[in-house]
């Protein structure tokens, strides 16, 4: 049994009907790591004797109502996990491997009885867009090792579509979770701002950031969604939603649907194989009954600049706390107070977060502070703006995740041209708005390309019933990349 | 200076090709407060990575935020407040281990003055 061949549902299936137990269930995860994880190189930590205990002790139970009992799941390494370590894949954190306390989606996962495998490579603090900035490995392409797996969330990506596990939990500041997941060929779930919890998630951009699920298929992906979502009292942006049954929004219904698709979306520096993927996607939707129009949402052209300035600037205040007085790493080399900051800081943080570091500040500092932070967050409004002008008439709004399907490893050196990366995916954060990766097609070299939809404030259910109604009209989703590894 | 003339002077700057804005002095000012050391190798990578993404970070000043308020929040609903209570928490001894050095009951740091 290889597990990326069954869906979430089919073996909750299987559990029940007793034709495999939970502890099958994760040496079967267990040796795929230890099959492939050599090549694709997503876990940082393996927690085999944890996840193989609570296998035991669920089989010994006898009970799999839990609604994620006995799942083999990975959780990226910015989000904190008590007596597991945490890194945030970056040397600050390298000797941080006792937390104290669980992250509440990590409560949560516990609740629902999925089985953590361990943790995941990132980009280092989330800061990226290929998982290259990791201090501590690089994370490759399942379908093919020559290329990126995309980031930051690459080793969350990496490890569902190499087969190793069958969720895995990532973080979306400006689109690691939807651009990997397009990259690997999986279904990935940026949520509204607030509907998950960030307590224990390690901040980058706190106005920006949300957790969220990488899966192979919509059900899956909406199944997890409903665990880790809710209001929590430890986080005040969490909001008091309730949690709906996404489950039951999966009906393949798109009638009537009103669609919108960005002029901007479409427009320079978007690669012909994407646009023509995007447009296939449209024609289906419009043979399942939605329908569709271009649109112009005018300031969605200055997203990525907003980006760059807000989420920099917000990083140099979330990560002034890593000074190695109460924990993190700390210089040997320092004479004082100041400089054993400045020292512990210097050898810690690596060359990306440092130049984030330095453009936040500079952002933050004197006249700038109005004339480029001040002004970012004005544009941003506007940006919420033309969002919610457009969804007075559309239900839904469609685009390609990434700009192209993955790159080579070492192939964008420039910061400026790895940024625009994000293009397409960073005015959804900048909005709060929930938006979902899924996969649409392939290039000629069989890498995969992904579809984003893009939502209102709380429609995740919609955009399920969106996405799912795609998936089974098309057979983008069955496709595997070969022996779970990497394929030439 | 008002806001206005201020973005519009730094607008002129960028598109007008007056060549440096950003300069090394100015870096060693913003990686002191960013509590960085910077070789002289990194300084000449990031004075060019900074002025970089100054520049195509300007195009953001190109609209008129006349009366626009800023965003601050990922919330379209404000944060939601709670009462300040104490909560009782038992792990201080664990906590502090976490900290490169201390004595069991305080944090050890360097001399703050000679």
Known sequence: MTLYNYTIKQVETMLENKEISAEELTNNSLEQIKAVDEEVQAFLTVTDEAATEQAQALDKAGSYDAPL????????DNIVTSGVPTTAASRMLEDFTDPLYDATVVEKLQAAQAVSMGKVNLDEFAMGSSTETSAFKKTTNPWNKEYVPGGSSGGSAASVASGEVM??????????????????????????????????????????????????????????LEVIAGKDERDATSQNAAVPNYREALK???????????KQFLGEGVSSDVRESVENALKMFELLGASWEEVNLPHLAYADAVYSVISSGEAASSLARYDGVRYGHRSDKATDMIDMYKQSRTEGFGEEVKRRLLFGTTVLTGERNETYFRQAQKVRTLIGNDFKAAFEQYDVIIGPTTPTAAFKFD?????????????????????????????SGYTELGLPLGLQLIGKHFS???????????EQATNHHKKRPSNGGAQE | MGINEMIHTVFEIYHGGEGMVFSKEELVHIADQSRLHLTEEDSSMYVKDVQDILSFTAKIHEINTDGVKPTTNGNANHSRMRKDVAVKWDKR????????????????VPPIMD
């Open chain 1, 411 to 439: 192939e964008v050196m420039d910061p400026l041209t790895m940024y625009m990366n994000d293009m397409l995916t960073v005015p959804a954060n900048l909005a709060g708005l929930p938006a979902l990766s899924l996969p």
């Open chain 1, 167 to 224: 969720f895995s939990l990532g973080t979306d500041t400006g689109g690691s979770i939807r651009q990997p997941a397009s990259f690997t060929g999986l279904v990935g779930m940026k949520p509204t701002y607030g509907l998950v919890s960030r307590y224990g998630v390690i901040a980058f951009a706190s106005s920006l950031d949300q957790v969220g699920p990488l899966t192979r298929t919509v059900d899956d992906n909406a199944r997890v």
């Open chain 1, 69 to 76: 009992a006995g799942i083999p799941a990975a959780i990226k």
């Open chain 1, 460 to 470: 995740e259910e919609l955009l399920y019933r969106v996405a799912y109604t795609f």
């Open chain 2, 93 to 108: 001894e664990e906590a502090l281990n976490h900290a490169p050095d201390h004595d069991g009951e305080h944090f050890i």
């Open chain 1, 252 to 262: 393949e219904d798109v009638k009537g649907l009103k669609i919108a698709v960005p």
